[in-house]
Structure formats: C-alpha cells, structure tokens
C-alpha cells in the first residue's frame, strides 16, 4: 500500500519569494514520485518526477524537488514565486508493477497563493 | 497529437438518471485510469485498465459506476443511477506501461447530480 501526505492544504508566499510545498509519501517498495499542477477548471499537467537515479529533480516553469529515502519525501521548490505559479499541486506515488502502470496514489492537494 | 480527450466537459443531470463519460487516450498508450476529484476526498482512482483490460476496479465506489474499454482508443465511464454526492470532476488519464511513467490527463467532466 502507499500513501501521500501534503503537508498545508494552502500555502501563500510574496511574490519573489521562495515556494516550498511539502510532500511525504509511505510504499511499501521504491516509489515513483510525481508532483502535478492544476490550473483552475484544467486537468494535470506534470511538473517534474523521479524515477531512478539523481536524486534532485528539475522540471518546468522553474520547480525543483528533491527525493530523500531517509525522510520518505519529496519537497517541491522554486527559488522565486511569479504570480503564475498560482494553483493547485498535487504530490503523487505510484509503486512498481509487473506488466503496467498500476495507477498513481495522490496527495490531497496544495493550493498556493502569491501575494503581490 | 490531441492529448487526452474527455466529453462532454460539463454534465448536469437529475438524480436517477444514467450518466455517460467518454475518455479517448493518447495514441500508442496502453494504460488507462479514471479518477474522480472532490473537495472532500481529493483525487480517487476509480479504475485502471491496462490493454483494454481492467485490472483494478477496487476504487469504485458502488455497484452503480461501471466502466469499459472496447478498444484502445475509447473508454465509457457510466452511472447507472445517479446521485447527487456523484458530482465530483471525473478525470481520465492515460499512460504507456511502467509505472515510471507519467499520467497525462484529460480536461476532466464536471458532473451535477440535482
């Protein structure tokens, strides 16, 4: 079984400012990690994710995450908030499964906020 | 390529009646998986299909959602009947195999049960 904890279901920061939304996954076997965005009335859209190897992520629009085995997380960051940023991020599992994608297990979501 | 394609984008309905949501992968993907979204429960997976096959159906909150994939490049998910706590906005996904690999998701369907 796997599960995802978003830590903050909102989190607001200045614009310039550095994002941080938290993320802690639990699965039973090495985890594929994800982190979506969510425009409003929009579908998901992949941000970045990890799979095998280095451990620190880049993906789109600026956001990093880092994986840490020892801390089961999976932190997203962005060094300097733009008011595009502003959404819903969801942080995701999905475990390994002989012969197909099983599904991924989401966390509840993070709004985040810029404040001008 | 279209991306994944889900109609219609906004479904009102009355209570009882059968609600049909139509999902169109991505070319040359072979997993499939529906998902709804509320407030209160956040992101669900209700079924996966992998090669038109459904392979977990554990998601599926009652004997009134069913779920079909005739061929690869079609999936229904229906209602049969509906209720008002069904409206939500159900989101269909697809994948190539592994699961290293990411989801890529429709528009969704906003559903109203009144």
């Known amino acids: 079984a796997q599960s995802v904890t978003q830590l903050g279901s909102h989190v607001s920061v200045s614009e310039g400012a550095l994002v941080l939304l938290r993320c802690n996954y639990s699965?039973?076997?090495?985890?594929?990690l994800f982190w979506y965005v969510q425009y409003p009335n929009q579908g998901l859209q992949l941000l970045l994710k990890?799979?095998?190897?280095a451990t620190l992520v880049k993906g789109i629009n600026g956001f990093e995450a880092e994986f840490k085995k020892s801390e089961t997380s999976f932190h997203l960051t962005k060094p300097s908030a733009h008011m595009s940023d502003a959404a819903e991020y969801f942080c995701a599992v999905s475990a390994s499964w002989g012969g197909g994608a099983d599904g991924l297990t989401f966390g509840k979501g993070t709004h985040l906020i810029i404040q001008p | 390529d279209a991306g994944v394609i889900q109609s219609p984008r906004h479904e009102v309905t009355e209570m009882g009646q059968e609600v049909t949501l139509r999902c169109k992968p991505i070319s040359g993907h072979n997993s499939l998986f529906w998902y709804r979204q509320t407030m209160m429960r956040g992101l669900e997976l209700l079924i996966y299909f992998n090669n038109n096959v459904p392979i977990d159906d554990s998601g599926m909150p009652e004997d009134r959602f069913s779920a079909k994939m005739p061929n690869a490049s079609f999936s229904t998910l229906k209602i049969q009947p509906s209720e008002p706590r069904d409206s939500a906005v159900y989101f269909c996904a697809s994948s190539t195999t592994g699961g290293s690999t990411e989801a890529f998701f429709g528009q969704g369907t906003r559903l109203t049960v009144v």
């Open positions: 990890y799979t095998t190897g």
């Open positions: 699965s039973s076997v090495p985890p594929y």
